[in-house]
């Protein structure tokens, strides 16, 4: 079992559509991280989100991280062909740990 | 600004051949250091990670070793490559945890 939880595990949508993307967990994290991979590159960092209830926003991207530090969503408006990829969380157990990486909700935008 | 360079992109290996892939990071000192494996649907595996010339950590039991010759240089390693052992290796690093991971374009090996 992994102890990040992603989903949907896909999502094919078409541009100018909303969406959210959750990450679950039954584990409370310190921390957490989105990134965002494309096909054949390492995955790039989009967030840290750190205090319970905290929402980020970077452009159309809304974060937010449960009260409980449990889980976290990504929001996307207006969708793109551009913010096609794979979306990863990431969580911090305890503070200096490593993160352990969730298995990813694979966007595709269709234009 | 901080670079980190990864290579060979792709590489297609016999079972039982030997294996060097190498990490090297520009413009920083002291970082920390990880090797990790992605698998379809099972997000990054953390392979190795390294705080220091010499200092290897291990998350997984496996076929493969990792070592830190320089202070910017991480080599993963091993002597006898496996089937179970394809898949897309990246390297990342960084100084604070909290600060993100950057990665490397990564490997795509292929064993057959």
């Known amino acids: 079992t992994q102890l990040l939880e992603q989903s949907p595990q896909f999502l094919s949508i078409q541009e100018g559509e909303n969406l959210t993307v959750y990450c679950n967990s039954s584990?409370?994290?310190?921390?957490l991280q989105w990134y965002r991979q494309e096909p054949g590159e390492g995955p790039v960092l989009l967030v840290t989100?750190?205090?319970?209830?905290e929402v980020k926003k970077l452009k159309r991207l809304t974060f937010q991280f449960g009260d409980a530090r449990k889980d976290s969503s990504l929001h996307i408006t207006a969708a793109q062909p551009g913010d096609t990829g794979l979306y990863l969380c990431?969580?911090?157990?305890?503070?200096?740990?490593?993160?352990?990486f969730g298995p990813g909700t694979r966007l595709s935008v269709l234009p | 600004s901080q670079t980190i360079h990864q290579w060979p992109a792709t590489l297609v290996q016999p079972v039982g051949s030997p294996l060097s892939l190498e990490c090297t990071v520009e413009?920083?000192?002291?970082?920390?250091l990880y090797w990790y494996r992605q698998a379809a649907g099972r997000g990054l595996q953390l392979l190795f990670y390294s705080v220091g010339i010499g200092q290897i950590s291990s998350e997984v039991p496996q076929n493969l070793s990792a070592s830190r010759p320089q202070d910017r240089q991480f080599i993963l390693s091993s002597k006898k490559l496996l089937l179970s052992d394809s898949g897309f290796y990246l390297c990342a690093w960084n100084r604070d945890r909290r600060n993100g991971y950057t990665f490397g374009s990564g490997t795509r090996l292929t064993v057959v």
């Open positions: 584990s409370v994290f310190s921390s």
């Open positions: 990431a969580g911090e157990r305890n503070y200096g740990q490593n993160f352990v």
């Open positions: 989100v750190v205090t319970g209830g």
């Open positions: 413009g920083t000192s002291n970082p920390n």
